[in-house]
């Protein structure tokens, strides 16, 4: 019995001092995605746009209602991807860019993916395909 108490002791004194350790996949140094903080801040991205107006979840709610509409069985297809990104092309600069939650379902038996852009505003748009 003392030798379980002071496992749990051992175990939750860390929790109640307020010790950190590494998730798995994350190092002690705030590096996540193989990048560092700074890293991160130092995108683009970061410069423009601290928070989206438009939640991942209302995105995410939106192109699923936008897939169903458009593709009459999506039964075989899976959520693979889901990413904040600058929407426009190659040759327009970032400045000019709008930011987007952009979405892609991948077919099981097709190997086609579903790619939709949702704006900020909540409105979903069938990314084109190249």
């Not at 108490?5 to 996949?25: C, H, N, R, S």
């Not at 801040?41 to 897939?67: I, M, N, W």
């Not at 930011?99 to 909540?122: Q, T, Y």
Request: proline share 6%; aromatic share 12%; with cysteine.
């Amino acid at each position: 019995m003392r030798a379980i108490l002071m496992f749990v002791v051992a175990v939750m004194t860390p929790i109640f001092i307020g010790v950190k350790y590494p998730v798995a996949g994350h190092s002690a140094g705030k590096e996540y995605f193989g990048i560092s903080q700074q890293e991160a801040a130092d995108l683009p991205l970061a410069e423009r746009h601290s928070r989206p107006k438009l939640s991942l979840e209302s995105a995410l709610k939106a192109a699923q209602t936008f897939v169903k509409k458009q593709h009459s069985d999506i039964s075989s297809y899976w959520l693979f991807d889901a990413r904040f990104i600058l929407y426009g092309g190659n040759d327009i600069p970032d400045a000019e860019k709008f930011p987007c939650w952009a979405f892609k379902w991948l077919g099981d038996s097709n190997g086609r993916a579903i790619e939709i852009v949702v704006s900020m505003d909540g409105e979903p748009m069938e990314r084109p395909s190249l």
